[in-house]
């Protein structure tokens, strides 16, 4: 795939600061970036927004927004404040996206995380809307389920988005989170048609991994076929850009300029968006 079509996640360079992310991408042909509020805790979000753009980089999300259940309504509340203040932040930065982990809190039962999350959304989608920020669910792998996410399988996402039908409500595919589901093509055919595919996310899945969370691998490293999904989500229509999200230990303790390198490389076989 041609790299104007790519976007980094500021999280995949972890230990650069927002001003080497961008100079980095912009450096490797990359066209977007997705901002972690992690990288750009404590910086004028204003003067980042300009680097974006002098740059030369599409913004295309905030990284992360959700996080919406609790055991009390104190916690729950928070979440909606916290939420908010990330809308903020996107409206500042100039991304038109907030992507949402939505939030599973230990303790309690799945169905209670999960209507704790409709109602988390519920209440924040009028601010998302007055400041024009899309917002994207993006369910996770069911071994996230009791602590990270109640939302574990595109059809999950498919089925809450559907029922609070508001338009800047979708969903962000993440090929590590959804490349075990049978009927997984199904499904980001049912996500397209309905207008909900809001974002695609690509890194792999090994199933030898050292960690749960930091060990992620470069598209072909893994079992999740990301060239056989990526080929669903284009023949569905999705024309947006193809994002890079590892988590990696061992990527991380690289020189991030070759990591770049090799993340530009494991990208090639994949699929620009198609042009009318």
């Given at each position: 795939m041609d790299l104007h079509h790519a976007a980094i996640h500021t999280f995949t360079t972890k230990p650069w600061s927002i001003d080497q992310c961008i100079d980095g991408y912009a450096r490797h042909g990359f066209g977007g970036i997705s901002v972690w509020r992690e990288t750009v805790a404590g910086q004028d979000l204003g003067r980042v927004r300009k680097k974006m753009s002098d740059a030369g980089l599409a913004g295309v999300s905030l990284v992360r927004g959700g996080f919406f259940t609790g055991k009390t309504k104190e916690q729950r509340d928070a979440a909606i404040v916290e939420n908010r203040k990330a809308i903020d932040e996107a409206e500042a930065l100039g991304l038109p996206m907030i992507v949402l982990v939505c939030g599973a809190t230990?303790?309690?039962?799945?169905?209670?995380?999960?209507?704790?999350?409709?109602?988390?959304?519920?209440?924040?989608?009028?601010?998302?809307?007055?400041?024009?920020?899309?917002?994207?669910?993006?369910?996770?792998?069911?071994?996230?389920?009791?602590?990270?996410?109640?939302?574990?399988?595109?059809?999950?996402?498919?089925d809450m988005v559907e029922r609070l039908a508001h338009p800047l409500l979708g969903i962000a595919v993440d090929v590590y989170h959804v490349w075990w589901e049978l009927d997984l093509q199904e499904q980001i055919d049912r996500c397209a048609d309905e207008e909900h595919l809001f974002a695609f996310h690509v890194c792999d899945f090994k199933p030898d991994m050292s960690h749960v969370l930091l060990d992620r691998g470069l598209p072909g490293e893994g079992v999740a076929n990301?060239?056989?999904?990526?080929?669903?989500?284009?023949?569905?229509?999705?024309?947006?850009?193809?994002?890079?999200?590892?988590?990696?230990?061992?990527?991380?303790?690289?020189?991030?300029?070759?990591?770049?390198?090799?993340?530009?490389?494991?990208?090639?076989?994949?699929?620009?968006?198609?042009?009318?």
């Open positions: 230990p303790g309690q039962i799945p169905s209670d995380n999960f209507l704790q999350i409709e109602q988390g959304l519920e209440e924040i989608l009028p601010y998302a809307e007055a400041a024009g920020i899309r917002l994207a669910v993006e369910p996770l792998h069911p071994m996230y389920a009791g602590d990270r996410s109640a939302v574990c399988s595109l059809r999950d996402a498919n990301v060239g056989v999904i990526d080929t669903w989500v284009r023949d569905a229509g999705f024309a947006g850009m193809t994002e890079v999200e590892i988590f990696s230990n061992r990527y991380w303790a690289e020189d991030q300029d070759e990591f770049l390198k090799k993340i530009a490389a494991s990208l090639q076989p994949l699929k620009n968006p198609y042009q009318d």
